[in-house]
């Protein structure tokens, strides 16, 4: 298989021998995306599914989930298809992975196929170690996903987004939205796509605050804590205020959306598997969220997020009333909770 890389504008310089950043994605027979930073995992796969469909277009993506993995999955999933089309394998949560998964990767990174391309995704800790340190000695190119946890790094990745998206801001405004959803890398790149397709020109420090200022943030998240809490009549007493006082039902429902998912984060670390910190939640958020997670089931949590996430299409313009639809999924989080 030939060589294949494209690196996006603005990208740090490859890391020595095999480790790469994660935007700078290649093909490979193996290759392994590691980090805990969850959508820039997402990103690196992304890329390199990229990369294989440029070269052609035919490329099936083959899916393999490492905590349901049985034994000769791998093997099977690369395997030539019916037709012959070139494939990616992508291997999702090694980190919490069977056995079998390991003992299949390794071998299979004894003797690859150069037509298919392996795709490892690993989201950090010791588990599986043997594996990795196999991938690793193969010279397999290594996509590396760090947390991006420093102020500066989150700066960057703003900037970095608004390069590629053809679009200026200014710093002060870079700064602002750090400061408003800095504390979820997904939260902010969704807040860059936002300003992007919503607005035209350079980004100012007021669209930010019109969007993500601290007043609305901070009552987005009163109903939040509301509704989660199953106080309806509080949840939408406040919604009404914020909307009453200038508040825009998209960033409402961007905080509704932030706190079920971190009640979802939590949920998982309860599950086994992954720890707080590889999640980038701090304390403080997992001691609240298992405390609220008592009151929740599963089936409650999911309609919930089912609710925020219609809210969310019907605010950004597929439905008619933003007004009712937000107000409607917060009535919707507040009954899903268990009495």
Known sequence: MPPATRSRP???????????????????????????????????????VGLARERDPETEKVELEGATYGSGQL???VSPSLFGEAKVVVVSGAE??????YAD????????????????????????????????????PVLQCDAVAREAEKAEFVTRELRA????????????????????LRELASAVSQLVSDTTG???????????????????????????????????????HALATGGDPVPLVAALAMRLRTLAKVAAIRGGGVTARELGLQDWQVRNAQRDLQRWTPEGL?????AVAQADAEVKGAGRDPVFAVERAVLTIARSRRG
């Open 202 to 240: 350079t980004i100012t420090e007021g669209l930010v605050d019109r969007y993500y200022g601290g007043r609305v943030e901070a009552t987005g998240f009163k109903v939040a804590d509301a509704a989660v809490a199953g106080d309806a009549g509080a949840a939408v007493a406040l919604l009404r």
């Open 105 to 140: 990767v390794i071998a299979h990174v004894a003797s690859p196929d150069p037509e298919t391309t392996v795709v490892v995704v690993h989201g950090g800790g010791q588990r599986g170690k043997k594996m990795l340190d196999t991938i690793v000695a193969s010279g397999a």
């Open 165 to 184: 998206a053809r679009r200026r801001a200014e710093p002060e405004a870079v700064r602002a939205l750090v400061d408003a959803l800095g504390n979820d």
């Open 96 to 101: 919490a992975a069977t056995d079998e998964l």
């Open 10 to 48: 603005g990208a740090r310089k490859p890391a020595s021998g095999n480790v790469r950043s994660w935007d700078e994605p290649t093909l490979a027979p193996v290759v392994l995306v590691r980090g805990p930073e969850d959508l820039l995992r997402e990103r690196a796969v992304d890329g390199v």
């Open 302 to 306: 999911a309609t919930a997020i089912t």
């Open 75 to 77: 093997q099977v999933a």
